[in-house]
């Protein structure tokens, strides 16, 4: 047999796990923060907290080490001990701010109202850190949080006849509508007030012959006011794949 190379995990990927393994602590130090003492030591979870907050009020292009360590009141090369760069933060970064809630409830035995309820909430945490749907993905799952919510849904299909495969594929299938849903939302292709240009401009180049099924649709003046990505879309969608899943465990259930 050949030589076998394996392939090191990436820094961030580690740094995402020690700061999720880190995460009670963190919440036990941030009410140790609140009572008058000695200001804590620097931690790689102080540092992240500081990054996310400047991104959320800023952009993620705002994010340096050198702008965190200033908003912390430190050394650059202090951080060096605990992140090496910013690639690597970034990382932390998205996977904390896309952390489950801690107090997440337990899921009910409706599978189906229980996966609505988790779209929702990782939906809703993607539109208070929009910067997040900026960070590239690759690959299987592998960060500490999105790994946790793919745990969550797996409890809610459990209690269907979805196979295993089937099951891991409705993750990835609700994991990814999600995420392209809300960047949709946040960065329209179509800015609210330019419906007014963008409809006269097909009228010129679209014409019946090639998409009388366009034209047919924005005859009607109804469909030719605002556009943009609204709850009601996310909602739409969202029902459909939890229809189709019903569906095929439906099927499960009269073989």
Not at 124 to 146: C, F, I, K
Request: hydrophobic letters at 40%; charged letters at 25%.
């Amino acid at each position: 047999m050949g030589e076998q190379h394996r392939t090191r995990t990436p820094a961030g990927i580690e740094l995402a796990w020690r700061a999720s393994g880190d995460a009670a602590r963190r919440r036990a130090q941030a009410a140790d923060e609140r009572r008058p003492g000695p200001r804590p030591g620097l931690t790689l979870e102080r540092i992240v907290t500081a990054a996310i907050d400047i991104a959320d009020g800023e952009g993620l292009a705002a994010v340096s080490l050198a702008r965190v360590a200033s908003a912390l009141g430190a050394a650059t090369t202090s951080l060096y001990r605990h992140v090496r760069s910013k690639d690597d933060l970034v990382m932390v970064m998205r996977d904390a701010a896309t952390a489950p809630p801690p107090d997440l409830p337990p899921d009910s035995e409706r599978w189906r109202e229980s996966l609505a309820g988790i779209a929702w909430q990782i939906y809703d945490l993607y539109r208070r850190h929009p910067w997040a749907l900026q960070v590239p993905t690759s690959g299987p799952p592998n960060m500490p949080n999105e790994l946790l919510w793919g745990e969550h849904m797996l409890r809610a299909l459990s209690r269907t006849t979805l196979s295993s495969p089937d099951q891991l594929r409705a993750v990835t299938l609700i994991s990814g509508y999600v995420r392209e849903q809300a960047r949709l939302t946040l960065d329209p292709i179509i800015a609210d007030g330019a419906a007014e240009d963008y409809f006269p401009f097909l009228g010129r180049v679209m014409t019946p012959d090639r998409y009388p099924m366009f034209c047919r649709l924005f005859g009607d003046q109804a469909n030719t006011g605002s556009i943009g990505y609204t709850t009601e879309d996310f909602q739409f969608g969202l029902d459909r794949i939890l229809a189709g899943l019903a569906e095929l465990d439906q099927d499960g259930r009269t073989r």
